[in-house]
């Protein structure tokens, strides 16, 4: 079975800094990648997918994440961060053809003005 | 386009008290319908998920159970509620079939549930 890990349950970033929130997943077969958004009493929001192709991959709000095979991990990252980017980040694995998805405990992104 | 409701938004029920929260999904046919609870602190659980009428999968055995009267319906339901049933609960759906983008879901606004 997959898994996700999110080590990071919160990061304190300073306004316009850049940051970087950790996703490392394990599983034995090829696997589709998310990363969702989620505002605080709202529901999720897709950020990002990987599905194949290039390793890079860039979403919405000006985030960005990569897929690492090496590493099994799935990085998502920010180069300079806005206080309404204050919510809570989820990394998702699937496989291919089973379309449940498996989610990490999150990461609290808090922006410090 | 399709869209995804949950009512009520709210809600504050007794210990041992029903229950029943409601996903209807619009703009698309056959669906694959899931629940999942959030509590405080925690990450995303699937309780249910569903892929046609009246076909519910269990995800973890609990004090819930769920519903799929019509296509685009799915339902929450506990005849009492426990303590511990205090959550956020989110219903998604995606495309029915396998592989491909289909499996990103799309969540709806949740219900926060307080068992008192």
């Known amino acids: 079975a997959q898994s996700v890990t999110q080590l990071d349950s919160q990061v304190p970033v300073f306004e316009e800094a850049p940051v970087e929130l950790r996703c490392n997943y394990s599983s034995s077969v090829s696997v589709y990648l998310f990363w969702y958004v989620q505002y605080p009493n709202q529901g999720l929001q897709l950020l990002l997918k990987y599905l194949s192709g290039s390793t890079l991959v860039k979403g919405i709000n000006g985030f960005e994440a990569e897929f690492n095979k090496s590493q099994t991990s799935f990085h998502l990252r920010k180069p300079s961060v806005h206080i309404s980017d204050t919510a809570e980040y989820f990394c998702a694995v699937s496989l291919f053809g089973n379309e449940k998805l498996t989610f990490g405990t999150g990461t609290r992104l808090t922006i410090i003005p | 386009s399709q869209t995804i409701h949950q009512w009520p938004a709210t809600l504050v029920q007794p210990v041992g008290s029903p229950l029943s929260l409601e996903c209807t999904v619009e703009g698309t046919s056959n669906p694959n319908l899931y629940w999942y609870r959030q509590a405080a602190g925690r990450g995303l659980q699937l309780l249910f998920y569903s892929v046609g009428i009246g076909q519910i999968s269990s995800e973890v055995p609990q004090n819930l159970s769920a519903s799929r009267p019509q296509d685009r319906q799915f339902i929450l339901s506990s005849k009492k509620l426990l303590l511990s049933d205090s959550g956020f609960y989110l219903c998604?759906?995606?495309?029915?079939?396998?592989?491909?983008?289909?499996?990103?879901?799309?969540f709806g606004p949740g219900t926060r549930l307080t068992v008192l």
């Open positions: 998604a759906w995606n495309p029915g079939g396998s592989g491909g983008s289909y499996n990103e879901q799309f």
